[in-house]
């Protein structure tokens, strides 16, 4: 897998398990989610497929209070929509920083922040909305000497940084 992993590349979200779900009725499709997830380590993609009227908003929501992703919605399938769905982190973090909402270079200072809180070797999580982030990120983590270990982006256009020390 290369660095980043975007929404349109398919190949880099090669689901490990695929979870379907049509004809599923509300509270099934997230127990039966929870369940599935299990079996996957850090990482790994899951396919869910699900035909649930509100299972996008559902999935957003679940993602959020859980450190899970929705890196994808698959909206041409015949039935249901595909859902891919990160577990976790793909590498290990000793910090977050969330600054969704905040404008850069706001990622950027926080980052550096806290990128002075840990170890030399650890690694950090940056969370950001703002659109220049990508060009920010990647030449802070240049002038720095800090190593970018890979960069997501969920469905909604959030970006989540793995930044080694």
Request: charged letters at 25%; proline letters at 7%.
């Amino acid at each position: 897998m290369t660095a980043t992993t975007k929404t349109h590349d398919m190949s880099a979200m090669k689901p490990q398990i695929t979870l379907d779900l049509n004809g599923m009725a509300s509270p099934g499709p997230l127990p039966s989610l929870r369940r599935t997830l299990r079996s996957l380590e850090e990482g790994q993609v899951m396919l869910l497929v699900s035909d649930y009227p509100s299972m996008e908003n559902d999935l957003y929501v679940w993602a959020k209070q859980t450190n899970n992703q929705l890196l994808f919605i698959d909206r041409t399938r015949p039935k249901g929509f595909g859902f891919y769905i990160l577990k976790g982190d793909r590498w290990p973090v000793e910090r977050s920083v969330d600054v969704i909402g905040h404008p850069c270079p706001t990622p950027v200072l926080e980052a550096n922040k806290a990128i002075a809180q840990v170890k030399a070797g650890q690694n950090i999580k940056l969370i950001s909305d703002c659109k220049a982030s990508p060009i920010e990120v990647n030449s802070w983590v240049k002038s720095t000497g800090h190593k970018l270990l890979g960069m997501t982006e969920d469905a909604r256009g959030v970006y989540r940084y793995y930044i080694k020390k």
